[in-house]
């Protein structure tokens, strides 16, 4: 008989229990999972290509990143880490998997832009001490304060509990005055519109949670929006990577 939860995280942890072993995927217990898809470069995954966000493009070519230092989460093969580097960003990219950093590493080896880029393997939330790290541990890695924080695509695959923890990792890094962009599955195009409470059943997240423009915007609220529309579909060979089915949000914290 287990009868030992008392703190919020306790809580989390029960909660996570009921999404294994896909739980994995957010806790850096998820590294093989990710290998696994990161492990064949040709496969024809549009963001294995060495190419930004056209959303991130458009945030720095109309000045709407004040540059500085930048956190990404789940950089993946490094492609918008790569960018913000060579825009003059210091970055700390995140991801849990190995082989997907190796790649990144790969790139800016090629770029020449390894001065301004830190790659760090494991998960955010314990990185950056939001989530517990248990006796012995390190010390948080990542402490902020960051100018930016980059989400492409790993918000919208966290169970809606976990939505607690990234508000909180928000709130401990993001510096004042400091920007908040993310890419996220849009209600209407990719992944379930369920209610929060459907994916408590036993089914899994079902591919990632879908969001309407009104729940992201209260998830967020606690930041000014600067800008939140619809990806534009970009074609194969554009320069950049863009999805219809994706939110692109900009928000910034208050100074």
Known sequence: MDRSIRTVDDVLDLMDGLFAPEADRWTDR?????????????????????????????????????????????????????????????????????????????????????SRLRFHRGDAFTLTGVRPTGPGSDAAALTGPYDLVYDSGCFHHLPPHRRLTYLTLLDRV?????????????????????????????????????????????VFSGLTEVELRRMREEPDDAPVFGKDFLWAGLFRRAD
């Open 30 to 114: 998820g590294a093989d999972w990710w290998d696994g898809f990161y492990a064949d470069r040709s496969r024809p995954v549009p963001f294995f290509a060495a190419k930004p966000d056209a959303n991130l493009v458009s945030y720095v070519e109309r000045g709407l990143l004040p540059g500085g230092r930048a956190l990404e989460l789940g950089c993946g093969p490094g492609r918008n880490a790569l960018y913000l580097a060579a825009h003059g960003f210091d970055v700390d990219a995140v991801d849990l998997s190995p082989t997907a950093l190796a790649w990144a590493r790969e790139r800016a080896e090629q770029s020449g832009w390894t």
């Open 174 to 218: 993001l510096a004042p005055g400091g920007r908040f962009a993310l890419t996220c599955f849009a209600a209407g195009g990719m992944g379930s519109e369920l209610p929060d409470a459907a994916f408590y059943t036993g089914d899994g997240l079902r591919g990632g949670l879908a969001y309407t423009d009104t729940s992201l915007r209260r």
